[in-house]
């Protein structure tokens, strides 16, 4: 007689998966057909309405001149070529090459009805005037390219955090289930700290930056020519069996690579079409410059195009670099004039054009855009012709989803060189951001190191002045 007690053996999780794996690629073909989005699946509920929906960060690293771009300061002619010690504190620079004063060589007017201050060498920029709100209070905790690189990021100086996109993503999910939470719209250079800038760090590797590249085949796992469904198929039996093989105690990671896994096969549909701009119209590829005779300008056009269909599509969060234009980012040691002025040809003309092609489509309601470098530059020269790093006081903007257009909030000394009113951190973009996505940046958190962990740290103010 047997044992009446006796129960049958339980499969474990990843044995049914493995046992079922052929009618998951069913499943995935019928979501493929229709067309469904993550909204039921992945998209966070909001601590309270959100005014944002998407983010698009225009990274310009190296860090701009703020008394060169939206900070007119008039002294520095009456001053230029004089000893800064003479006139005010000088702080220890990166490179410690202190020289004069400097005078900008560019000119600042006043534009649209608010009558916002900008130089000359944003004429694009300037028509949309009143849609942006100016930061000229930020400052960093940090000097030096790679450490500031990870904390307008990451919110910590150091390697290893989760990047704020991997954040969003983490508490928002994507909304649009064929596309990752957080993609990075490399125009050519990666910023100094390397891809730790876009990482995911102790969030599962699902919220990572995925880096789309300039050109016909942006992104390196999907490969336009394996279009063999039996190959592919094969590839995924693989990684199933593999990832069937894996402990128990490497659960997270391999439920992270699954989900990588799913995310990738999806894309092959939908990234082709979406990086293909040939179905847009002439006048649309000549607003975001893509007829310039000017390749860098092409580059960051393309890129802000491509950035208008991610949004249409339901991107949430797109962070776009910049192109090289010869010089070393925007970090002009040297050589000042000739290197703001390639840089800003590049960008300028394209960011005017995605500010309107969203106004124009009903879409800037929806999407924040910051445009941001790591910090500033000092406002005399390093040698004679360049600006050192300065951490101390540097200008930002925003535009779009719950922003105040029209407004400039803060500001610095008479020098440009340190703040003196309204001093924004990192941590407080970080916060005001997250505010405008519908979330309290102080209970988005992830059990880490057995701490509750956070991208605002225990930091971070919104800027409720220039919210609408």
């Not at 004089?82 to 000119?107: A, D, H, M, R, Y």
């Not at 007017?109 to 930061?135: M, R």
């Not at 040809?345 to 790591?374: N, Y």
Request: glycine letters at 10%; a neutral charge.
């Amino acid at each position: 007689m047997g044992c009446k007690r006796f129960l049958p053996k339980p499969i474990s999780r990843r044995q049914m998966l493995l046992n079922s794996a052929n009618g998951f690629g069913a499943l995935a073909f019928q979501a493929l057909a229709y067309g469904e989005t993550a909204k039921s699946l992945n998209q966070g509920e909001t601590h309270f309405p959100a005014k944002a929906k998407n983010v698009i960060f225009l990274y310009m690293d190296g860090g701009p001149s703020q008394v060169d771009t939206f900070d007119p300061k008039p002294l520095l002619a009456k001053h230029n070529g004089e000893n800064p010690n003479k006139l005010l504190k000088v702080q220890p620079t990166q490179f410690n090459n202190v020289g004069n004063i400097l005078q900008s060589p560019w000119k600042f007017n006043q534009h649209g009805q608010s009558g916002i201050w900008i130089s000359e060498l944003f004429p694009w920029i300037s028509k949309v005037a009143d849609d942006l709100a100016i930061v000229r209070s930020a400052v960093s905790n940090f000097s030096e390219h790679t450490s500031a690189n990870y904390f307008m990021h990451t919110g910590s100086g150091l390697q290893g955090r989760p990047s704020w996109g991997a954040w969003t993503s983490y508490g928002l999910g994507s909304l649009n289930k064929n596309l990752p939470g957080f993609i990075v719209l490399n125009g050519g250079l990666i910023p100094p700290g390397g891809l730790d800038n876009f990482n995911s760090g102790f969030l599962p590797s699902a919220y990572q930056g995925s880096v789309f590249k300039y050109g016909s085949n942006p992104v390196a796992n999907i490969d336009p020519k394996e279009n063999q469904p039996g190959m592919q198929n094969a590839k995924l039996d693989l990684v199933r069996k593999l990832d069937s093989l894996s402990q128990s105690s490497r659960h997270n990671e391999i439920e992270a690579a699954i989900a990588n896994q799913e995310t990738a096969f999806l894309m092959q549909t939908s990234i082709p079409e979406l990086m293909s701009i040939e179905g847009e119209s002439k006048a649309t590829r000549d607003l975001y410059g893509l007829s310039s005779s000017y390749g860098p300008t092409k580059i960051f056009g393309t890129q802000c195009l491509v950035a208008r269909r991610l949004v249409e599509r339901g991107a949430r969060f797109l962070e776009i670099t910049c192109p090289n234009v010869g010089h070393d980012r925007w970090d002009q040691h040297s050589n000042l004039k000739d290197g703001h002025e390639k840089n800003c040809l590049a960008v300028d003309q394209p960011i005017f054009a995605l500010i309107t092609d969203l106004k124009a489509r009903g879409l800037l309601d929806s999407t924040l855009i910051l445009w941001a470098g790591e910090f500033g530059r000092t406002p005399f020269a390093q040698g004679t012709n360049g600006r050192d790093h300065n951490p101390f006081g540097f200008s930002v903007w925003m535009a779009g989803a719950g922003i105040k257009g029209g407004v400039t909030y803060g500001s610095t000394d008479e020098f440009g060189y340190h703040v003196v009113d309204g001093k924004v951190e990192i941590h407080d973009l970080h916060a005001t951001m997250l505010h405008l996505l519908g979330i309290d940046h102080t209970r988005l958190t992830f059990r880490f190191g057995g701490r509750d962990m956070r991208l605002t740290d225990v930091h971070g103010e919104v800027i409720k002045p220039i919210l609408a």
